[in-house]
C-alpha cells in the first residue's frame, strides 16, 4: 500500500523543529518502525544542515521537479555535502514510490514505469565469500558459518567471512596461494603480519603464506583496501597491473579493474612507482597510472572509498561506470538499447546492502534512463 508520502514529510518537518501533536509523534513512530529505511532516512535529515529548505521540496507531488530543484541549488552556489545526495535519493524514493516496493506487489514500478523488475526476480546485494586457491593448485570454498583449517601446516584457517594467515615458526617455502573474489561477493582477509585486507567484488589477491625476511609483497588484480600493519624494517608492497606502492604503515585503497590504476590514501604516506616513475602520497591524495603516465592529485576520498563504506557513491560518473560498478556487486549483464548517452554524467547516493531495485529506482530519477530487468540480464535505454 502507497503511503500519503506529502503527509509524511509534513510530520518530518514537525518533529524536527520541535511542534509534533502526540498524535503526530505516535503516526510517525508508526511510521520509524515499519523500516530500518525510513528510521535511517529521518536520521540523515537530523544529521544535516539547512533542512527546512530540503524538507518543503519533500512535499511536492512532482519528484523530477523536487529532484531538479534540489540541483539547481548546488549549481546556484549551495554547499552540499555528501549527506545532501543521500537524502536527495530518499526524497525521489519517497516521492517516487520506493515504499510501494515493500508493499504486497508482483511488480515494482515507478510511476511512468521508470524501473521494470519483477519482485521475485530481485537481486540481492554482494554477500561475503571467495575461493582460495592454495600454492599447489588445490581450491578451497570458503563459505559456512564455521571456521576450520585449511592446510596441512594449521597456518591458513577461515570462513565465509574472514581468511586468517597464522604466523608460524616453522620455515615455508615463498610460494602464493590466491584469494578469488568473484561477482556478488566481498571478502576480508588478514595476513600473517597483522595487515588487513577488504578485496572487492571480480578480483584476486596473491600472498604468501610467510612473507620474507625483506618485505611484504602481494599482487593485487582488481580492487582492495588495506591496513597495513607498521613494520620499518620490512617494508610492505603492492603490485598491480605494472604498479608498485610502496608503504611501511598505513590505510589506502587500490582500483585496478582497468588498465588505469589509481591508488587513493587515507592514512599514511605511501610511494607508487610506474617504471622509473614515482609519486609520493599524503592522506587525501590519490596517485593515476595509465600505460607511461602517473599523476597525482587531491582524492575525493567519499567518492574512492564509498565501496569500502559500504555504498555507491556516484559523482559524475558516466552510466557506463555505473554499470560496470552494478554488474561487479549484483552479477549482472548489462546492455544498452537505444541510443543511450554513455559519455552523459550523473550523481546520486545510497548504501550498497540493498536490492537492485532500490539502486535502480534512485538511478532512474536522477537520469533519463529506464532499466528492465529480465533474469540476470540488466537492459538500460534511454525514456521516451
Request: overall charge neutral; charged content about 25%.
Amino acid at each position: 500500500m502507497k503511503e500519503n508520502t506529502g503527509h509524511i514529510s509534513k510530520i518530518i518537518q514537525k518533529f524536527l523543529s520541535g511542534q509534533l501533536t502526540a498524535e503526530e509523534q505516535s503516526q510517525l513512530d508508526k511510521w520509524l518502525n515499519s523500516s530500518l529505511q525510513n528510521r535511517r532516512f529521518l536520521e540523515s535529515f537530523r544529521q544535516a544542515e539547512n533542512i527546512e529548505e530540503d524538507l518543503s521540496i519533500v512535499g511536492q507531488l512532482n519528484a523530477n521537479q523536487a529532484w531538479d530543484k534540489l540541483n539547481n541549488k548546488k549549481r546556484n552556489g549551495r554547499s552540499f555535502g555528501k549527506w545532501s545526495l543521500g537524502i536527495a535519493a530518499s526524497i525521489v524514493f519517497l516521492l517516487g514510490g520506493f515504499l510501494l516496493w515493500q508493499g504486497d506487489v508482483d511488480l515494482f514500478l515507478s510511476g511512468d514505469k521508470r524501473v521494470i523488475v519483477s519482485k521475485k526476480q530481485d537481486i540481492a546485494p554482494a554477500t561475503s565469500g571467495a575461493v582460495l586457491v592454495l600454492a599447489d593448485g588445490t581450491k578451497v570454498s570458503l563459505n559456512g558459518d564455521s571456521t576450520k583449517t585449511l592446510t596441512k601446516n594449521n597456518n591458513l584457517i577461515g570462513n565465509s567471512n574472514e581468511l586468517v594467515v597464522k604466523q608460524t615458526d616453522q620455515p615455508i617455502p615463498l610460494q602464493y596461494n590466491s584469494l578469488i573474489v568473484p561477482k556478488a561477493s566481498f571478502y576480508k582477509m588478514t595476513l600473517a603480519d597483522g595487515t588487513k585486507v577488504w578485496v572487492n567484488a571480480l578480483s584476486q589477491l596473491k600472498f604468501p603464506a610467510q612473507f620474507s625476511t625483506k618485505e611484504r609483497r602481494v599482487f593485487l588484480d582488481g580492487e582492495a583496501y588495506f591496513e597495513v600493519t607498521p613494520n620499518a624494517t620490512q617494508p610492505f608492497i603492492v603490485e598491480s597491473r605494472g604498479n608498485e606502492i610502496k608503504v611501511l604503515g598505513t590505510h589506502f585503497n587500490i582500483n585496478s579493474y582497468s588498465d588505469l590504476v589509481r591508488t587513493t590514501l587515507a592514512e599514511g604516506r605511501v610511494e607508487v612507482w610506474q617504471n622509473n616513475q614515482h609519486v609520493e602520497l599524503f592522506p587525501g591524495e590519490y596517485a593515476s597510472s595509465f600505460k607511461d603516465n602517473l599523476v597525482k592529485g587531491k582524492a575525493d576520498l567519499a567518492h574512492d572509498l564509498a565501496w569500502h563504506n559500504n555504498e555507491f557513491y556516484f559523482k559524475k560518473e558516466t552510466i557506463t561506470n555505473i554499470a560496470h560498478q552494478l554488474s561487479r556487486w549484483y552479477d549482472l549483464d548489462v546492455t544498452f538499447r537505444g541510443d543511450v548517452q554513455l559519455d552523459k554524467e550523473y550523481t546520486g547516493s545510497i548504501e550498497r546492502d540493498v536490492k537492485l531495485s532500490q539502486v535502480l529506482e534512485m538511478l532512474s530519477y536522477v537520469s533519463n534512463l529506464k532499466f528492465e530487468l529480465e533474469g540476470n540480464k540488466l537492459i538500460i535505454a534511454t525514456r521516451t
